[in-house]
């Protein structure tokens, strides 16, 4: 049914089919299956940024070194690509935010940064509806915020969460599991992720 939609379709109409859509989906299979559906939406990272990282762990076996390796590539994404100054960088580094997220056991929190453009706005704004508003990577998400329109079910994040599942399952090449704990969208002040590795990871 999104054939329909154009460029010039409106923000609104968007995110009442994405609704629909939804709606529709939570109809027809298991919370289970939607999430399995909803990670195989997500944007993908890029394999060939992963590969020396794949193959240190497949060499290693060791996980700690994988997770090493993708915190300084996300480090130097902060600096290099984004060309953010170092206060802001010890910013984002020290509230554990990063692609590589926060190792504990066998389950990685990962908490995402602000969407890259607006990165310097939201640490410059105090208003809290706003910072949520700007956070998110998603524009359906940041133009629910924005506006009165209804806002997207829980379960869409989980698109956002494929993003971290399709990271690890390259570098591991094992099924992970992942798990919305936080998200804007539903009122929290970031979008934090668990992604539970294998237990022989």
């Not at 298991?30 to 559906?37: A, G, L, R």
Request: one cysteine or more.
């Amino acid at each position: 049914g999104s054939e329909k939609f154009s460029d010039a379709s409106s923000r609104e109409e968007v995110i009442n089919w994405s609704n629909q859509a939804m709606e529709r989906l939570s109809s027809l299979v298991n919370e289970e299956k939607q999430i399995d559906i909803m990670t195989g939406c997500a944007c993908n990272y890029s394999k060939s940024q992963l590969q020396e990282i794949r193959e240190k762990y497949e060499q290693t076996k060791d996980i700690n070194i994988a997770h090493r390796m993708l915190q300084h590539q996300f480090e130097s994404l902060l600096k290099d690509t984004l060309k953010l100054n170092e206060e802001l960088i010890k910013k984002i580094t020290e509230k554990g935010w990063s692609t590589a997220g926060v190792k504990e056991g066998h389950v990685i929190l990962a908490t995402k940064i602000p969407k890259s453009a607006y990165i310097k706005q939201y640490f410059e704004t105090t208003d809290p509806d706003e910072k949520r508003a700007i956070y998110c990577h998603c524009p359906r998400v940041r133009d629910s915020l924005k506006s009165s329109i209804e806002d997207l079910p829980e379960i869409y994040c989980y698109c956002g969460a494929g993003f971290f599942k399709g990271i690890w399952e390259e570098i591991l090449q094992k099924p992970v599991k992942v798990k919305v704990l936080e998200s804007v969208m539903k009122g929290d002040e970031v979008c934090k992720i668990a992604i539970y590795l294998p237990p022989d990871a």
